[in-house]
């Protein structure tokens, strides 16, 4: 998978695993109960006789945490956290302090390769100094166009047309729409421009522009995008 720190995933699968009783330790052979299930961390996978409802209900749940929509697993593992730390087992409350760290990442890391695959044709402009801006074009994770404009390069307007003019040309294609793939080498590239877009201290303001808004039929609703970028900008 798309994930460059094996040991942060390998962390995270075990607490999930654990925090949710699949964490079987059963073989190939499903006569008994393994040794985690008495030690209260399988739920029993190891005979066969759990129901697939309430197996298959423990993965949503598990896909539902990764996709960020769900934290009651997150939940668990601070509850168990805090109620070892209340114990004061401490070696105990690391290891679920660890497990949260580690899902954490997972999800963040998630989220940055869901919003990536989407591919989505993305305009930023950010504001470098009082006197000069900056553009971007991004696709998935990649920047296709860069250009800065200083204070009374052009007027609003030129800039304006100047911009609508990159889009059509970088976003246009017959490919447009498609969704990538994303991989352990293109993380690091997608982290970047997610934590960029989302930064709540950043300069930056960006506007999605879907495909078929590219069209000539669309080009009102590609003007407006480009202007709300400016709402509140002067050059």
């Not at 654990?18 to 961390?41: H, T, V």
């Not at 591919?119 to 930023?124: F, L």
């Not at 553009?135 to 200083?150: D, M, P, Q, R, T």
């Not at 930056?204 to 400016?230: E, Q, T």
Request: with cysteine; aromatic share 8%.
């Amino acid at each position: 998978g798309p994930y460059t720190n094996r040991n942060t995933a390998e962390r995270a699968l075990q607490g999930i695993k654990e925090c949710c009783g699949i964490l079987c330790a059963g073989g190939s052979r499903k006569a008994s109960y393994c040794l985690n299930y008495s030690l209260g961390l399988c739920i029993g996978m190891c005979t066969g006789s759990i129901p697939t409802e309430q197996y298959s209900s423990i993965i949503n749940q598990i896909i539902e945490l990764l996709r960020g929509t769900d934290k009651t697993i997150l939940n668990m593992m601070q509850s168990a956290m805090n109620s070892a730390a209340e114990k004061l087992d401490f070696e105990n409350a690391a290891k679920f302090r660890d497990y949260i760290s580690a899902v954490s990442s997972l999800i963040g890391k998630a989220k940055v390769v869901e919003y990536t695959r989407e591919n989505k044709n993305i305009v930023v402009l950010e504001r470098l100094d009082d006197s000069s801006l900056k553009f971007f074009l991004i696709k998935g994770n990649k920047v296709l166009y860069s250009e800065k404009h200083a204070a009374g390069d052009y007027d609003i307007e030129k800039v304006k047309q100047i911009l609508k003019s990159n889009i059509l040309t970088c976003f246009s294609g017959g490919n447009a729409a498609a969704s990538i793939e994303v991989g352990s080498e293109d993380i690091d590239e997608s982290q970047i421009i997610y934590s960029y877009l989302n930064s709540k201290s950043s300069s930056c303001r960006h506007v999605i522009i879907p495909g078929r808004w590219l069209d000539a039929s669309c080009g009102y609703k590609l003007d407006n995008a480009i202007n709300r970028l400016f709402l509140t900008e002067s050059i």
